[in-house]
């Protein structure tokens, strides 16, 4: 009984394994196909931006409560 749960953990544990050992080599193969790649050129003119709106005006913080009635 306990050779058998060894043998199903130790399974599971090396299916764990390749799993990380797949996406590192996943990872380490589109780290290497983007750095292969000549990066794009920018823009030769300035992108210009425009206000659609005017900025709304922040209204002005509440008063402060007023202070508590002095004690009798």
């Known amino acids: 009984m306990t ?4 043998a199903a953990q130790r399974r599971r544990r090396l ?3 390749g799993a990380v050992l797949g996406v590192h080599v996943l990872a380490g193969v589109a780290l290497m196909a983007g750095l292969g790649r ?3 050129d ?3 003119q300035p992108v210009q931006a425009r ?3 005017e ?6 913080p509440p ?3 007023p202070p ?5």
Do not use: D, V
């Open 3 to 6: 050779g058998s749960w060894a």
């Open 68 to 72: 508590p009635p002095p004690p009798p």
């Open 63 to 65: 008063p402060p409560p």
């Open 38 to 40: 000549k990066p794009s």
């Open 55 to 60: 900025p709304r005006a922040i209204p002005p």
């Open 42 to 44: 920018s823009p030769e």
């Open 15 to 17: 299916a764990g394994m």
């Open 51 to 53: 206000l659609i709106q």
